[in-house]
């Protein structure tokens, strides 16, 4: 069998916490599975978010102590002769094998090997977590087992009740349908001082099956542990014969109940396939154990959830002389997935609905409130930032979805430029017709809006027979429309990862570009009833100093006016949703940025209670905190704008007299500050106008445009140089400023002169900034970055930044962490990622590929890293912090930005910068691979394009340039000169039609 990593004696290496992908196929109810490398390694597990949980979440620090006693445990008594496998008390060889969507733990003993295999049930109508215990009695001694968890949290317990009023919400729990030896786990109705109390029919299952016969089960674990309440042996078991604990008599309610069951053989080998889960009624259960209890049952849904992700990964199929860095390219994508969503198309490909995704909540990050939709074609839960970020690549490798993720962020941007914090996914509104639909079905689709999962609950639980192409049928008939909400603040670099977007898309779309940005008017202006003080409101003194407090305010008008008219989205004088062009949103977004540049011209202000990328120095808003990074990412934006504004555009009026408004104050600039007062007045004005209504639509001419757009560009070279003046050569990532003249009038502060600090260089402004200088001054800055404190020398990686010890605690909590820990000088593989694409993107290959050698997982030792290397970390500790034993140890893994940024760099790798171009009118595709030769297998290299294309080069002499290229279609072979694919077969690649690439390095 082949697993992707194996950890040896995993139990007795640092610890680390990981977890199971929660993707159960889109026929499937996902679970949300937490493991740690203690015990038998299951740590939590539960259904839709931690509330749900089935065994207690805990974070990983607890989970570590507790696991191995309160995870899963096993009993065995051989001859007689009491043994816990996997325990502490034990020594004993054991192994951990990885696979994307199981885990597998091993431990040779004198007598017995045994082997645990833990996956989710795909593809079914419930959910499960599948415990699949082997034993190997080689001498087929006399074997006792009691096998499974010592605590289940009824259904209807949730995870904060339990920690808080566990002994009480006893009082609510039952085990009933233990007679047909499949225990239900409920409370008997919801739990709370309530008026309407209603029975509760959902609950968690639990079985066992030895050669397809269940198993007797223990439900009340004081029959094993007796008195013993430390748990840290079975003493009834050890003490007494199974007949004997069989036959005491078990209470089913008012107890903290368990979930064992109790086998006696001498087999030589013994299987025993277990299964926890949810069921919205004890009934189904009952109706379907025959299936699901048995091996062949198991076996078969076992090898199915390794085929729904081994499906997946294959987009990305990577084959390259190094096994470990081809895997790690599958893993990234998985987890990539996993924050981001995996796009199913439906209706020839007209809509596009992501699956899978979750917010990164796990046992490190215990501070996230994930949540898995416990339906089938779930969709989790996500930040504006992390989704968006995580879907950058998603037209790489699936260029069918077309301007699906492009539409939905632009349309999320609002008027005054910001975002949204939390996006739920997108839900749907049937407008067809409901003559031929079942009347309960119709109904329910007048009456509500839903997700696919939902609807198929629906149909299921009502009894509804309906066809195969049943989703597809009702969502031909459907609008889709994003869900999102306003969450808290609005962080200044969500923004900065829309051209992101762009960039991909015109990267596979370069022929519709420009009909994109003016000939669709078709993009929405989300609307919030969340707004940005004016600062007559936000400007406070406290203790004796002028700060930028609770800058965020909520209308319940506004909140009341988009509730009553059911969405979201910003309307016109006549209350129609009004339709924008691409350029007039990013036009729209370019404006609203640029007159948040700080007093001195420099960054953007951190003007509504959040900072950006670095979420730890959230002190810098309070303090008139500003980001250079976002400067940067600004000029990004509108050289873009000003490369494509070749025609004129219409905008809506506030729009046009805000912009308008700026141009006059650029051309009459006196002084910074003169400037940057009358800019933030015109803002405040502005954000006032268009905060219920905007008015008519208003032309600009492409020459006024062109010039408003130089203008601004020009304002920002200016701060651009004077902050690299203030850098000492180098650019600073963050100012904060005091307020040291300033007039008090009625209550109001009226600012008159700020004084500009600096703080110790990040790496974070240095890798925005490559994106619009010059290759010099990228080589410099590389340089620069090497010899100072943010490389970490011991380790060879980047740090976030060099010591902040000399700053004051008002910066943010990063300032109060420990040096070499989360934002605090510590390796955010992220940012690290961030920059080595950059290094990449600048062609400073020889620079990459010596820093991917101690920077990427797959290069790593696991002593030092501590967990499996193909998964990222959130951060690594760097040798900044006190204990060296952590030095260069990896934690909270996987489900970062760092995925999107690896991928980018892998397409840039194995394909090339600009895939797609119009060179003389005609679409071309080009190869132009930056891959070093050390990754060719015997001069030979293979990937698939498009999720579709097998590519393969051929490369016998480290040769650069590729001369020759076979393309087959089917049974057709077309043979190309050179590296480009032009016209109809470049039409072809993009819309996955071609099966297979040859090129010829020479």
Not at 512 to 526: C, H, Q, T, V, W
Not at 958 to 966: C, D, H, L, P, R
């Amino acid at each position: 069998m082949s697993y992707d990593y194996i950890i040896e004696n995993y139990d007795k290496n640092k610890c680390f916490s990981s977890f199971l992908p929660g993707i159960a196929g889109k026929n499937g109810i996902p679970m949300w599975v937490f493991y740690v490398n203690r015990g038998q390694c299951i740590a939590s597990f539960g259904i839709e978010n931690k509330n749900n949980a089935i065994m207690e979440f805990k974070p990983a620090d607890q989970s570590y102590t507790a696991t191995p006693l309160k995870g899963f445990r096993t009993f065995i008594k051989i001859d007689g002769e009491y043994y816990e496998p996997f325990s502490e008390l034990n020594d004993a060889k054991r192994e951990m094998r990885i696979k994307k969507n199981s885990l597998e733990i091993v431990e040779e003993s004198k007598d017995l090997t045994i082997r645990v295999i833990y996956f989710t049930i795909p593809n079914d109508n419930y959910a499960a977590l599948v415990r699949r215990v082997e034993i190997d009695n080689k001498n087929k001694k006399n074997l006792e087992i009691v096998d499974g968890m010592p605590e289940v949290l009824p259904y209807g317990i949730s995870n904060a009740l339990f920690k808080d009023m566990g002994f009480t919400a006893r009082a609510w729990m039952q085990v009933s349908n233990y007679e047909n030896k499949v225990p239900f786990y409920s409370v008997r109705t919801a739990v709370g001082d309530l008026e309407v109390v209603e029975e509760v029919t959902n609950g968690y299952f639990y079985f066992a099956s030895y050669n397809d016969e269940l198993l007797d089960v223990i439900y009340d674990k004081n029959i094993l542990f007796g008195n013993k309440t430390g748990i840290v042996e079975a003493y009834e078991f050890k003490n007494n014969s199974l007949e004997d604990i069989l036959s005491k008599k078990q209470y089913d309610e008012n107890n903290l109940p368990s979930a064992f069951c109790a086998l006696k053989d001498n087999s030589e080998k013994i299987i025993i396939n277990s299964m926890i889960g949810f069921s919205h009624t004890r009934e189904y259960i009952n109706e379907n154990i025959n299936n699901i209890k048995t091996n062949e049952y198991i076996v078969e849904k076992m090898k199915e959830a390794d085929e729904v992700v081994n499906e997946i990964v294959s987009d990305i199929y990577t084959k390259t002389n190094n096994e470990l860095f081809n895997k790690y390219c599958e893993q990234n994508y998985l987890d990539n997935i996993s924050r981001g969503g995996y796009p199913v198309l439906f209706n020839d490909n007209k809509i596009v609905y992501h699956i899978y995704s979750r917010k990164h909540g796990d046992l490190e990050r215990d501070y996230n409130f994930f949540s898995l939709e416990a339906n089938k074609y779930s969709q989790g839960n996500g930040n504006f930032r992390d989704v968006l970020q995580n879907r950058r690549n998603d037209i790489i490798f699936k260029p069918e979805i077309d301007d699906f993720n492009l539409k939905m962020f632009i349309n999320l941007i609002q008027a005054d430029g910001n975002n949204p914090l939390v996006v739920k996914g997108t839900v749907f509104k049937y407008n067809g017709n409901y003559d031929n639909l079942d009347e309960k079905l119709a109904d329910y689709l007048k009456n509500n809006y839903f997700t696919p999962g939902q609807l198929l609950t629906f149909v299921e639980n009502n009894g509804i027979n309906v066809e195969d192409d049943f989703i597809e049928n009702i969502l031909k008939d459907s609008i889709q429309l994003e869900q999102a909400e306003f969450g808290e603040g609005y962080w200044i670099d969500h923004w900065t990862y829309i051209m992101d977007l762009v960039e991909t898309y015109y990267e596979i779309y370069p022929d519709k570009i420009i009909d994109k940005l003016f000939n669709e008017r078709k993009f929405k202006i989300f609307d919030s009833h969340a707004f940005i003080k004016p600062r007559s409101e936000k400007y406070k003194i406290y203790k004796g100093k002028v700060m930028q407090i609770a800058a965020i305010g909520e209308s319940e008008e506004k909140a009341e006016i988009i509730r009553k008219r059911g969405h979201n989205y910003l309307v016109d004088k006549d209350d129609n949703i009004y339709n924008a062009t691409m350029f007039e949103k990013l036009l729209l977004l370019a404006v609203n940025k640029f007159s948040t540049l700080d007093p001195y011209g420099l960054g953007l202000e951190m003007e509504a209670n959040k900072p950006g990328w670095n979420d730890a120095l959230n002190g810098l808003p309070g303090i008139f905190g500003s980001g250079m990074s976002e400067t940067f990412e600004l000029k990004r934006l509108l050289l873009f704008l000003k490369e494509y504004c070749v025609k004129d555009v219409e905008v809506f009026e506030e729009l046009k007299e805000f912009i308008d408004n700026i141009n006059y104050e650029l051309d009459n600039f006196k002084d910074q500050f003169t400037y940057w007062n009358n800019i933030y007045s015109h803002k405040e004005d502005y954000r006032k106008k268009v905060f219920f209504k905007i008015g008519e639509r208003v032309n600009i001419s492409k020459e006024y445009l062109l010039g408003f757009i130089n203008k601004m560009i020009n304002k920002l070279d200016d701060g651009i140089k004077k902050a690299k003046e203030i850098g000492k050569g180098v650019y600073p990532s963050f100012f904060t400023y005091d307020l040291i003249e300033y007039e008090e009038k009625d209550g109001v502060i009226l600012p008159k002169r700020f004084e500009v600090n600096v703080l110790p260089y990040f790496l974070e402004g240095i890798v925005r900034s490559f994106k619009v200088i010059d290759d010099n001054e990228r080589k410099e800055l590389y340089k620069f970055v090497k010899e100072s404190n943010i490389y970490d020398k011991k380790l060879k990686m980047y740090k976030t930044s060099e010591s902040i010890m000399d700053q004051p605690y008002s910066i943010g909590r990063l300032r109060a962490f420990t040096p070499g820990w989360l934002e605090n000088e510590s390796i955010f593989m992220h940012m690290e990622f961030k920059y080595l694409l950059e290094i990449l993107k600048a062609n400073m290959l020889e620079e990459f590929y010596d820093d991917i050698k101690t920077m990427l997982p797959p290069y790593m030792k696991y002593e030092v890293y501590g967990r499996s290397l193909l998964e990222n970390s959130s951060f690594i500790v760097s040798s900044a912090n006190k204990n060296e034993n952590l030095h260069g140890q990896g934690f909270s893994a996987r489900l970062s930005g760092s995925t999107a940024e690896f991928l980018s760099m892998w397409k840039l790798m194995f394909i090339g910068n600009k895939l797609f171009k119009m060179e003389n009118n005609e679409l071309t595709f080009t190869f132009e691979p930056k891959l070093n030769y050390e990754f060719y297998d015997n001069g030979e290299v293979e990937f698939k394009l498009f999720s579709k294309t097998l590519v393969k080069y051929i490369n016998n002499n480290n040769s650069k340039e590729i001369k020759k290229m076979e393309v087959f279609i089917g049974d057709n072979k077309f043979e190309i000169t050179g590296n480009k694919l032009k016209g109809e077969l470049a039409y072809k690649l993009r819309s996955k039609e071609i099966d297979k690439i040859i090129c010829y390095f020479e």
